[in-house]
């Protein structure tokens, strides 16, 4: 290990080159996960608040698109087994400065979900305010939502994103903005024993509408799995840019130390252990580059959360688990990269010493 | 260690360099190869030496060939040290760190510092000393595992006569003590330090004097 940190002294201008390298990639592969992975987790952990099934047009792509006839949502609270069912509208609309802001339209019996800090719930022509969005157009007393003035009766703190930036409104003023009835049902059951039973008398309510248990639909959710293939296919690019910033960092470092590893070669040191020297260098810039990334990630994870601009949409999360696959990828990543170079040094012939020196 | 070569000939392309060479070396003997350039000596050197195969004939090691001693990364470990014309010492690493890379006893390295006079320069690195200290390190670095015999190209090569004859005179001491060392050279100074001299000439033995 001392040795290794020697040769890394030794040629600190590649070393750093390296690092650099690989340290950008790794906070890559941080912030596409944790990005697309923060997106997922907001969208999700909405959906999942009392809603243990959801109910969507049949066979829409986004639920944005989506349209169903809210009256059926007073139905289905009527079934056995359902502790409420409520309406909403997801839409997206210029407010007032800012060019798109996630609308929600939600039946009175949802308005509980939403923890007030100030305010009452709105009636019709009112709205509430997620707190950062409050914040960033300055505590208006009544904002602007396509081109229809609406008063502020109050404002709530959600700790996802996509509420705490959004607007919320009764079904009724969303309905008209937007023009349908609901986009979906979101409907909480007395046991979870029972959803099964639940979704299919549901389906078989109406052929237009679709209903699922909140998890099957978030993992066969379109939207869902383009940002995580997206997040997936980029993450993969960043593993390769690391890898090859690493085979042609260490080609030219092995390049330089040619002299160095014939003479291992002369004095009988396997393979082996010439590719283990050089793979332990590189791990150990792994291991630094891969703190630096995690702190740089969420440093910069902390300040996306902080600009106006973005409006707390953009909420990444760095969870262990992610921690702890990145680490992984890190190091496979110096391992890889190393190779190639390593058993290029590993076969280096120690003739060519005495060709060097030229008897 | 008794070295036998048998009918060594080698070709670089179409040019032959070593014509075949027969000769058998007793072990702990101070061997010089000397002769002009492009005599052959570096070449039969490398071919002794394992460094390099012969186009045709065969070396034998205590009358067995490499590949019947095992790998050869363990027998150049145990059974022979490399001293080159430019020391080679890895420039990061100290005297002591250079030594140590290829050694299979550690406690051995003190005594032989000690016994190369280079004990006070353990903590040095190799820019921090004289010409003549580096090769005593690289010399050190080739006994260190007390191996049968060293092979050295042109070890004074890029060395005062002071320092020269401080190597020879080092060779001849463990020479005395066991070790042998085969070793190739322009330098004819040699001559008065070595137990064999081999003289080489387009790429065959003229003459061989014993001592």
């Given at each position: 290990m001392i040795i290794a940190l020697k040769a890394l002294r030794k040629n600190r201008f590649k070393t750093a080159l390296i690092f650099m390298s690989m340290t950008v990639s790794i906070s890559m592969i941080f912030l596409i996960s944790a990005i697309s992975g923060g997106v997922v987790s907001m969208y999700s952990s909405m959906l999942k608040t009392d809603g243990d099934i959801i109910v969507t047009q049949k066979g829409i792509a986004d639920t944005f698109f989506s349209d169903i006839n809210r009256s059926m949502s007073d139905v289905v609270a009527t079934?056995?087994?359902?502790?409420e069912s409520s309406a909403l509208i997801l839409g997206a609309s210029p407010v007032d400065k800012l060019p798109i802001v996630a609308i929600y339209g939600v039946s009175d019996n949802r308005y509980d979900s939403y923890t007030l800090s100030s305010g009452v719930y709105p009636r019709s022509g009112e709205v509430i305010l997620g707190s950062k969005i409050y914040e960033s157009l300055k505590s208006p007393k009544s904002i602007v939502v396509s081109k229809k003035t609406f008063a502020v009766s109050g404002v709530f703190k959600s700790r996802i994103g996509f509420e705490d930036g959004g607007v919320v409104m009764g079904l009724d003023d969303a309905g008209e903005l937007f023009?349908?009835?609901?986009?979906i049902f979101l409907i909480s059951l007395?046991?979870?024993?029972?959803s099964s039973a639940v979704v299919a008398k549901i389906n078989a309510l109406d052929g237009d509408i679709e209903a699922k248990t909140t998890d099957s639909f978030i993992d066969s959710y379109n939207q869902f799995k383009i940002i995580k293939t997206s997040s997936d296919v980029i993450g993969a690019m960043a593993f390769l840019m690391g890898i090859l910033g690493i085979v042609s960092m260490m080609s030219m470092v092995v390049n330089e130390r040619k002299s160095e590893f014939g003479i291992m070669r002369s004095l009988g040191l396997s393979s082996w252990s010439i590719i283990g020297k050089l793979v332990v260098e590189t791990l150990v810039v792994a291991l630094l580059a891969f703190a630096v990334a995690l702190g740089v990630s969420l440093g910069v994870l902390e300040i996306i959360e902080h600009v106006d601009k973005f409006q707390g949409y953009i909420n990444g999360e760095i969870s262990f688990a992610l921690v702890l696959n990145v680490f992984i990828v890190s190091l496979l990543m110096a391992v890889v990269g190393t190779l190639l170079p390593a058993l290029y040094a590993s076969r280096i012939d120690p003739m060519t010493l005495i060709v060097r020196g030229g008897a | 260690m008794k070295i036998t070569a048998n009918h060594l000939t080698h070709y670089y392309g179409d040019e032959c360099v070593l014509n075949d060479v027969t000769l058998s070396l007793e072990s702990g003997k101070f061997v010089a190869i000397i002769g002009e350039s492009g005599s052959g000596k570096t070449t039969l050197l490398s071919i002794l030496s394992t460094l390099l195969n012969p186009t045709s004939g065969e070396v034998f090691f205590d009358d067995k060939t490499v590949a019947q001693w095992g790998n050869i990364d363990e027998f150049r470990r145990k059974k022979i040290g490399f001293v080159f014309q430019f020391h080679y010492l890895i420039s990061y690493l100290t005297l002591r760190e250079n030594i140590a890379l290829?050694?299979?006893?550690?406690?051995?390295?003190e005594p032989l510092m000690e016994a190369l006079g280079i004990e006070k320069l353990s903590r040095r690195y190799s820019d921090e000393v004289s010409g003549g200290q580096r090769q005593r390190a690289a010399i050190a670095r080739a006994l260190v595992n007390a191996p049968g015999v060293v092979f050295a190209d042109e070890?004074?090569?890029?060395?005062d006569t002071k320092n020269a004859i401080m190597v020879y005179e080092l060779f001849k001491r463990f020479a005395t003590e066991g070790t042998g060392f085969v070793v190739a050279s322009h330098d004819k100074k040699i001559a008065e330090y070595a137990d064999i001299i081999i003289e080489m000439e387009d790429g065959k033995i003229v003459k061989i004097s014993r001592k």
């Open positions: 079934f056995t087994g359902v502790k023009h349908k009835s609901a986009s007395d046991d979870l024993g029972q | 290829g050694a299979m006893e550690p406690s051995a390295i070890p004074t090569g890029n060395l």
